[in-house]
């Protein structure tokens, strides 16, 4: 089972930008798909954006298009997600997350990391 390690969060102000990197162990990267999750306090987790085993393939929540960019280096065994004009409503702690099957379906990650916290103050 292949390890994630999430990093780059922290707090920004309403508008800002913050990149965050999930480091993966243990595996190759390249045969997984991978995903970017978010859970405020008391609500459930959301899925945010995932990228294909290739890189050639993205999906993203309605609520991040256009502000979010997914991208994966595969030597680099790392995947990232670029955030731009960040809102209050971002702050979550988000998670990255790796599956074996297609990115047609948004279920089927099967490893998760421990998550990486993201606060925008307004």
């Known amino acids: 089972q292949v390890q994630l390690v999430e990093s780059g969060g922290g707090l920004v102000q309403a508008g800002g930008s913050l990149r965050l990197s999930c480091a993966a162990f243990?595996?190759?990267?390249?045969?997984?798909?991978m995903g970017w999750f978010r859970q405020a306090p008391g609500k459930e987790r959301d899925f945010v954006a995932a990228?294909?085993?290739?890189?050639?393939?993205?999906k993203y929540a309605d609520s991040v298009k256009g502000r979010f960019t997914i991208s994966r280096d595969n030597a680099a065994n790392t995947v990232y997600l670029q955030m731009n004009s960040l809102k209050p409503e971002d702050s979550a702690v988000y998670y990255c997350?790796?599956?074996?099957?297609?990115?047609?379906?948004?279920?089927?990650?099967?490893?998760w990391g421990q998550g990486t916290q993201v606060t925008v103050s307004s």
């Open positions: 997350a790796a599956g074996l099957t297609s990115i047609v379906q948004l279920t089927g990650f099967s490893s």
């Open positions: 990228i294909s085993q290739s890189g050639g393939g993205t």
């Open positions: 243990g595996r190759t990267l390249s045969n997984y798909k």
